[in-house]
């Protein structure tokens, strides 16, 4: 069964930085894409970064220039590194994957990221 397991997150002031990590027990090549969603109390799980299977990335516009997604075949590992990071960051962050074909959809089991001073 696959699986996308979750690390990193937690606390940090304004203008921190965190990384996330997950790790899928399949190869991260064997998706159409990756990508991290986050999900904030009362809100919509939203979009913000996207990694193609040819390495192409899609950011939301609220972290352009401060979010990068990563991978790491070696490690079959996929990362969000977060810079400069505000209150309005914090929410519940999950890992994604397509597979390819585009026919099941699996996420992690979600990591607390909370932006306070």
């Known amino acids: 069964q696959m699986q996308l397991v979750q690390s990193g997150g937690g606390s940090v002031q304004p203008g921190g930085s965190l990384r996330l990590s997950c790790a899928p027990t399949?190869?991260?090549?064997?998706?159409?894409?990756m990508g991290w969603y986050r999900q904030a109390p009362g809100k919509e799980r939203e979009s913000v970064a996207i990694?193609?299977?040819?390495?192409?990335?899609n950011y939301a516009d609220a972290v352009k220039g401060r979010f990068t997604i990563s991978r790491d075949g070696a490690k079959n590992m996929l990362y969000l590194q977060m810079n400069s990071l505000n209150p309005e960051d914090t929410a519940v962050y999950f890992c994604n994957a397509v597979s390819l074909g585009k026919v099941f959809q699996y996420w992690g089991q979600g990591t607390q990221v909370t932006i306070s001073s």
């Open positions: 399949r190869s991260i090549f064997n998706f159409n894409a």
């Open positions: 990694i193609t299977k040819d390495g192409s990335t």
